[in-house]
């Protein structure tokens, strides 16, 4: 069992930066892959990034390629999800999600998940 807590949310304007963290408890993520997903209101949860055990692998939604970086520092127990260019329609709830399999890009991949954190970017 493993626990995730995100944290770095917030109110950002269009064009801005933020950075999103997931601290992992319980057990060590060096074993998991890691995931991001998020939600808009009346929307289904959807696939940002994902992570795997070492790192060394990654994937985007094509949606946030080349503004979203993904990142984990295993001494830490903490993934990372850097935020950049924001727009209005990033605005949701991000979610981290870990999984002791290959990385996947469905939500069902993921059997761990933290309570999110409110990202809001103004335009």
């Known amino acids: 069992q493993v626990q995730l807590v995100e944290s770095g949310g917030g109110l950002v304007q269009a064009g801005g930066s933020l950075r999103l963290s997931c601290a992992a408890s319980?057990?060590?993520?060096?074993?998991?892959?890691m995931a991001w997903f998020r939600q808009a209101p009346g929307k289904e949860r959807e696939f940002v990034s994902a992570?795997?055990?070492?790192?060394?692998?990654?994937d985007y939604a094509d949606s946030v390629k080349g503004r979203f970086t993904i990142s984990r520092d295993n001494a830490k127990n903490t993934v990372y999800l850097q935020m950049n260019s924001l727009k209005p329609e990033d605005t949701a709830v991000y979610y981290c999600?870990?999984?002791?399999?290959?990385?996947?890009?469905?939500?069902?991949?993921?059997?761990?998940w933290g309570q999110g954190t409110q990202v809001t970017v103004s335009s």
């Open positions: 999600a870990a999984a002791l399999i290959q990385f996947g890009v469905r939500r069902n991949d993921y059997p761990y």
């Open positions: 319980g057990r060590t993520i060096s074993t998991f892959a």
């Open positions: 992570i795997s055990q070492s790192g060394i692998s990654t």
